[in-house]
Nanobody, 128 residues
């Protein structure tokens, strides 16, 4: 059984930073075929892909809305732990954030329908 858990959310003022953590019990697919992606959703809006990276710590992709402000990193000791560093947060970043695992050959894509394993979310609230 694959378990995916996101944590680290909270409330912060605009311009502040947060670091989210995604921990998975195991990767379900062969090495370098797993993409661990971050998605967010706020009330009344569709789910939006934020950032994604291969399990081999390469091939990151970011949405235009967060590029230059958010950064992915894999834990140096545990490849099953990934961090999403969020800097210069804006009120429009307020959402429930989820991490998920999908099977990809080559570049990871930010299409939620291509991700198979989802965890519970963590709330991020940015106040003006």
């Amino acid at each position: 059984q694959v378990q995916v858990m996101a944590s680290g959310g909270g409330s912060v003022q605009a311009g502040g930073s947060l670091r989210l953590t995604c921990a998975v019990s195991r990767y379900p697919f062969s090495y370098s075929r797993n993409c661990l992606g971050w998605f967010r959703q706020s009330p009344g809006k569709e789910r939006e892909g934020v950032a994604t990276m291969h399990d081999d710590d390469r091939h990151t992709s970011y949405s235009d809305s967060v590029k230059g402000r958010f950064a992915l990193a894999q834990d140096s000791a545990k490849s099953t732990v990934q961090y999403l560093q969020m800097n210069d947060l804006k009120p429009e970043d307020t959402a429930m954030y989820y991490c998920a695992i999908g099977y990809f050959v080559g570049v990871c894509r930010l299409l939620s329908e291509e991700y198979n394993y989802w965890g519970t979310g963590t709330q991020v609230t940015v106040t003006a």
